[in-house]
């Protein structure tokens, strides 16, 4: 079971949790009970007003949460079919600096989802071998983003949300979508997250077709593919 820190204070010092070093400092200030707990568990669940808000795993060291992000105003999409509006699932490693700089994208393939690192639900992040404290992407020095694509089926809008018009699923209703169209989505995201370019941009398979996509649609919003 996942360690839950659900009063104020437990909050403030998981707040402040940056590197490992930090990690250890927190876990050897609380008692033996406590101590033995948190270094039994991969998974520290941070909550608010009795909700889970982010979860931190690897010793501590990587900060993870997931979110479902909506978008009222909706999308032209590139057939012309517009959703009135759209929801993202979201999930984002590490921290995002003052100054906005050190935000990476990662896109999933066809199959894929917002799951792309870390351990959730015995379910294993399919760039956990990238992403993470120490890895090729770090953690410790960016802010990683991954959405689920527009029409998939990890909880953003696709064939099973319900369609207004019929208050039924959209099922083979829902709009044909595009790699375009997933890149537009990602950039109505990156404005949402106020963020104003990317570091990177990288993904593997259909994840590296939207990464190619970005420096023909954005090119200023992206540093590095």
């Known amino acids: 079971m996942p360690f839950k820190a659900e009063n104020k204070q437990d909050y403030t010092k998981l707040r402040s949790i940056k590197r490992a070093n930090v990690s250890k400092a927190f876990v050897e200030e609380q008692s033996e009970d406590l101590k033995n707990s948190i270094k039994s568990v991969p998974t520290i669940i941070i909550f608010r007003n009795g909700k889970p808000i982010a979860r931190l795993e690897a010793g501590l060291s990587m900060k993870i949460e997931t979110k479902l992000i909506s978008f009222p105003e909706g999308i ?27 935000a ?11 799951i792309a690192a870390g351990k959730k639900d015995d379910v294993t992040g ?80 259909l994840g590296g077709m939207q990464a190619l996509q970005w420096s023909v649609a954005y090119p200023d919003k992206v540093k590095k593919l």
Do not use: R
Request: aromatic share 10%; proline share 5%.
């Open 126 to 205: 399919w760039w956990n071998q990238i992403i993470g404290p120490d890895k090729a992407i770090n953690t410790n020095d960016y802010f990683v983003v991954c959405c689920n694509n527009l029409g998939g089926c990890s909880g953003s809008s696709g064939p099973t949300t319900m369609n207004p018009a019929t208050n039924k699923p959209f099922g083979v209703d829902f709009p044909q979508v595009t790699v375009d169209d997933w890149v537009n989505s990602q950039k109505m995201l990156m404005d949402k997250l106020d963020i104003p370019y990317w570091h990177l941009v990288a993904g593997g398979s």
């Open 104 to 114: 990476v994208l990662v896109c999933h393939a066809f199959s894929g989802n917002h």
């Open 76 to 102: 032209v999409l590139k057939s012309g079919d517009k959703l009135d509006s759209f929801d993202l699932m979201v999930e984002t490693y590490g921290e995002l600096n003052e100054l906005k700089t050190n």
